[in-house]
């Protein structure tokens, strides 16, 4: 990407740094980030999201693209409302914890 697409929206260190943590855990150090819609900056980073979903990443990996916008919608409502916590901590601990499994194993003897 030569500089950002205008699809793209930039995201401040300061105001989204666990939004960026991610986007950085997931495509930050890949050759091609700025082709995916990832372009870093001296105060943060140019998003493309529908670049991001759109492209040749896994649907895992699009899915942690998805989860990565909540979390930047999120930071820049300055957060979720308190009775949503523990529902969504859950959530998210149980599809990333080391004991997810392929669903086809889900419930089967092993």
């Known amino acids: ?5 205008t699809g793209s929206v930039h995201l401040h260190a300061g105001d989204h740094p ?3 943590a991610l986007l950085e855990a997931l495509v930050g150090r890949r050759a091609d980030a700025a082709s995916l819609g990832f372009e870093r900056t ?5 998003v493309d999201w529908e670049q991001l979903t ?6 895992t990996e699009v ?3 998805h989860l990565a916008r909540g979390c930047a919608v999120l930071e820049r409502a300055g957060g979720l409302p308190p009775h949503l916590v523990a529902a969504a901590t859950e959530a998210l601990a ?17």
Do not use: D, K, N, Y
Not at 42 to 46: K, R, W
């Open 1 to 5: 990407m030569a500089g950002p697409s």
């Open 18 to 20: 666990h939004t960026l």
């Open 42 to 46: 001296e105060a943060g980073a140019f």
């Open 54 to 59: 759109g492209g040749p990443l896994s649907s």
């Open 63 to 65: 899915a942690c693209v």
């Open 94 to 110: 149980a599809v990333a914890g080391p004991a997810r499994r392929p669903p086809a194993t889900r419930g089967m003897a092993r």
